[in-house]
């Protein structure tokens, strides 16, 4: 089960971390990704990970969250954060957190637009954020 939360309101600028609390997962065999959708926009990916044994794990970002967003795991607390910084009104949207196979978090690096609920089948509820101008 999956469990995000940390979500609320915001000034541009701001800063928000947001938590994935995920239990019934016993190993490192998994990608996790963070996803949102705006108000009446479609579901987009907004970055991914994918745990290794020595901790160093394999991080995605789409574009227009690099150098602002950065997704880490804590091991001990099966919890996956989103820091986010520098938060635009563009941010704003229902966040979303979810898992599937490792190699789920290849998707994101294509260029193309793609249906997350196609490459990641394991969904939490999602925690909204909003970024006021």
């Known amino acids: 089960q999956l469990q995000a939360s940390g979500g609320g309101l915001v000034q541009a600028g701001g800063s928000l971390r947001l938590s994935c609390a995920a239990s019934?997962?016993?190993?490192?065999?998994?990608?996790i990704g963070w996803f949102r959708q705006a108000p009446g926009k479609e579901r987009e990916g907004v970055s991914c990970?994918?745990?290794?044994?020595?901790?160093?794990?394999?991080?995605f970002y789409v574009e227009s969250v690099k150098g602002r967003f950065t997704i880490s795991r804590d091991k001990s607390k099966n919890t996956v954060y989103l820091q986010m910084e520098n938060l635009r009104p563009e941010d704003t949207a229902v966040y979303y957190c979810?898992?599937?196979?490792?190699?789920?978090?290849?998707?994101?690096?294509?260029?193309?637009?793609?249906?997350?609920?196609?490459?990641?089948?394991?969904w939490g509820q999602g925690t909204l954020v909003t970024v006021s101008s």
């Open positions: 019934g997962l016993t190993s490192d065999d998994y990608a």
């Open positions: 990970l994918v745990p290794t044994a020595d901790d160093d794990n394999m991080t």
């Open positions: 979810a898992t599937d196979r490792p190699h789920a978090c290849s998707v994101f690096s294509i260029t193309t637009k793609w249906d997350p609920e196609i490459f990641f089948r394991n």
